[in-house]
């Protein structure tokens, strides 16, 4: 299984601010699945990252709002943008474990707070 | 679109017993994946299991094993000889089967405590 790095591991941010987390992964990976999960809720995905193309956003999930790169295989950036107290979520990256079917590994998440 | 039903929020059982953990789902695809994550506090999303769509047995590892019902649509988790390691948020997932990377649809996820 892919090893994710993903930084920070906590933050807590003014409202109106913007902040970037980073996802390494171990291996080189085609996708890259960005998600929220909001206080005492599920999963839910943001937007999917291919390396070299723009990233493809879920219903509900804008680009100006959550801006995504990704430079190569094994990087990628997600930046919460002008940030409100409803921003305030765990934030996860995941990559898919080699082939199909095989599961989805995740980062260890970003604890945002927005204050 | 594609949903996951979780309709225990929570659940409890004492150490050393069995649970089981329920979980439907709708597709109208043929070919897909079922899995289980366990979130513990520490928020890392772990795999616990996973199921083909294709495959009619059932799968188990260790502890954990699920009774797949692909005409219903369900995908329970059973948890044997619980431990207190196992008190965590399980959710149970789908993602379809199209040959590349595809999303994980999640359930709202059922809290389990393991008593002492």
């Known amino acids: 299984s892919a090893v994710i790095s993903q930084k920070p591991s906590r933050d807590i941010c003014q409202r109106g601010t913007s902040l970037t987390i980073q996802c390494q992964v171990d291996s080189q990976v085609t996708m890259m699945f960005w998600y929220r999960q909001q206080p005492g809720q599920s999963l839910t995905l943001i937007a999917t990252a291919n390396q070299g193309s723009e990233a493809t956003y879920e219903s509900g999930f804008v680009i100006d709002k959550f801006p995504i790169s990704r430079p190569n295989l094994t990087f990628s950036t997600l930046t919460v943008s002008n940030m409100s107290p409803e921003d305030s979520s765990i934030y996860l990256c995941?990559?898919?474990?080699?082939?199909?079917?095989?599961?989805?590994?995740f980062g260890s998440g970003t604890r945002l707070t927005v204050v | 679109a594609q949903t996951v039903t979780q309709s225990q929020p929570e659940m409890s059982v004492q150490e050393a017993e069995t649970v089981t953990l329920s979980c439907t789902y709708d597709?109208?695809?043929?070919?897909?994946?079922l899995f289980w994550y366990k979130q513990p506090p520490s928020r890392q999303m772990i795999l616990v299991i996973r199921q083909e769509a294709y495959k009619q047995q059932n799968a188990t590892e260790n502890r954990f094993s699920v009774n797949f019902q692909k005409a219903a649509k369900s995908f329970s988790l059973k948890i044997s000889d619980s431990q207190l390691g196992d008190a965590a948020m399980y959710f149970c997932?789908?993602?379809?089967?199209?040959?590349?990377?595809?999303?994980?649809?999640f359930g709202k996820g059922t809290k389990l405590t393991v008593n002492p």
């Open positions: 997932a789908y993602s379809h089967a199209q040959g590349g990377s595809e999303k994980l649809v």
């Open positions: 597709t109208s695809e043929s070919d897909y994946y």
């Open positions: 995941s990559v898919e474990n080699g082939v199909a079917g095989y599961g989805y590994t």
